[in-house]
DNA sequence: GCATCTCCTTGCCCAATAGGAAAGTACTTT
DNA sequence: AAAGTACTTTCCTATTGGGCAAGGAGATGC
């Protein structure tokens, strides 16, 4: 159990996808990131880059054969981030169950 | 069980917390709701307009003794709305455990 | 009886953000 | 030499959310 903490950054819609894709993925590639969001190539590259800068994910650069390829994968960060967003996400949501109220 | 539907007006932290908030409270009063949001008149104002304006809340004006007083409670498509929402979440959500990769 | 207060609503403004389009970079392939 | 791959970056625009301030409609204070 994380720490409940929302995370404005992780929260909007694009990245939460992202995010949660990575949570589940260990590395995973430009190209199967930008299918399964159905982003534009500079999209993605915008937002891998906005996660980069505070943290959230590591990216590497290599070769398959002569042709670059980039590969993202979630930091320690990024997954607390992740995992923390998620308890505060559920905690929001599990007041909505609480109350029972006659006439309802 | 909701159908997931992801819902972007529901998603903005706001009213992700507003709406969470009317999904526990059958009636809730304007001053309560900013209280608890910590938001100022006019934010509180324009996000139950807007929820209003979508049919996801229904909002009645009465008096308390001579005092104005304005209730909010979430509508039968709100209260959808929401449910597929936060459906819609958890499977985003749920990938993140779904893979487990060798060399993890 | 005019000013002030309550309880919102509305208008104006601004800063932040997301994404498309297109150009740029650095190679590789044809 | 031209075109393609695999992104990155720049430019632009549309949308949004919130602060601040003024409005408004009746209640209350002095």
Redesign the pocket.
């Known amino acids: 159990m994380s720490t409940p903490r929302f995370d404005?950054?992780i929260h909007?819609?694009?990245?939460l996808s992202l995010v949660s894709l990575l949570a589940a993925t260990e590395w995973a590639?430009?190209?199967y990131l930008?299918e399964q969001l159905g982003?534009?190539?500079?999209?993605?590259?915008?937002?891998?880059?906005?996660l980069e800068q505070v943290g959230y994910v590591e990216?590497r650069?290599s070769f398959?054969?002569?042709?670059?390829?980039?590969s993202v994968t979630l930091s320690r960060a990024g997954r607390a981030a992740f995992d923390g967003h998620v308890a505060a996400l559920q905690e929001i949501v599990a007041r909505s169950g609480l109350t029972v109220l006659p006439g309802g």
Chains 1, 2 share one sequence.
């Open positions: 404005e950054l909007a819609p694009t990245r590639e430009f190209r930008r982003l534009s190539d500079s999209a993605l590259s915008k937002q891998l880059t906005t990216i650069k398959v054969g002569k042709r670059p390829r980039t």
